[in-house]
């Protein structure tokens, strides 16, 4: 009796029997009485039921206003099931509509094309010395592979350059969750840093199509410098550091090459790719110099930033208790 009487409480507090009347319902009137009269499963079954209901009532509401556009082709922006909302549409600051989507416009930036690129770590220790020495050896096989095809060999070059960053803010970031402690920042710092190499690459893309060859060359190159570096910044910090250090100083020499051959006339100075234009801020009218101009920029700020990171290593301490130049162009 008691059973009974708090399914007939329930019914009342709910709506009553009229929610489940044969025209709305009335395949479900079989199981749904037997579960409210038992109690147990009433929950679940009230969840299932509005969860469905709301979600029909969403696709509704969404085919009715695409029916209220009649004839004219008007984008339907649709919640998500889960929560998550489509973006809405980005502007420049001059009104015209935003096309990327690997970037966003607050993460675009002005290079600092002051910056003094003749800056060079003389190497002092061993670890230095062997840093150097390996990178001056890598250069030989670029130079006879490449030769003067500078714009090739910015864009392979570019599918490593990303790695160091990637490869030392993914151990900082185990480390922080291993220790339980902050990083100063250096995470993100490093991670800033291969996003900024990995653009570099989108934009020469758009100047240089690698040939089949390449595009393997960069597989095995990519898969070896990555394990190597990996193990190296586990073993040595300080030392995988200073080694990018001496690569992008090697970057720098490169960049400055390319620029005196476009100078020179040796390579055409075509118009800048649209995503350079937008994510350093150029003018409209930019070109292909103006790219490699600011792309050096970023080599010399990345080579500085990695010579800093070896020298607090050197001095006995931990990135984490030295703030990361987090923004650092």
Known sequence: MSSRMAGSAL???????GLFTAT?????????????????????IWVRLLSTSSVAATEEAAKAEAGKAGGEKKEVVVNSYWGIEQSKKLVREDGTEWKWSCFRPWETYSADTSIDLTKHHVPKTLLD????????????PTDIFFQRRYGCRAMMLETVAAVPGMVGGMLLHLRSLR????????????????????????????VAKPRWYESALVITVQGVFFNAYFLGYLLSPKFAHRVVGYLEEEAIHSYTEFLKDLEAGKIENVPAPAIAIDYWRLPADATLKDVVTVVRADEAHHRDVNHFASDIHYQGMELKQTPAPIGYH
């Open 179 to 206: 220790r339980f402690e902050q990083s100063g920042g250096w995470i993100r710092a490093l991670l800033e840093e291969a996003e900024n190499e990995r653009m570099h690459l989108m934009t020469f893309m758009e």
């Open 11 to 17: 019914l009342r507090h709910v709506g009553g029997v």
């Open 129 to 140: 010395k062997i840093a150097y020495w390996i990178v001056k050896s890598l250069r030989f």
């Open 24 to 44: 709305a319902i009335s395949p479900v009137v079989a199981v749904a009485r037997p579960l409210l009269a038992g109690g147990d499963a009433v929950p679940g």
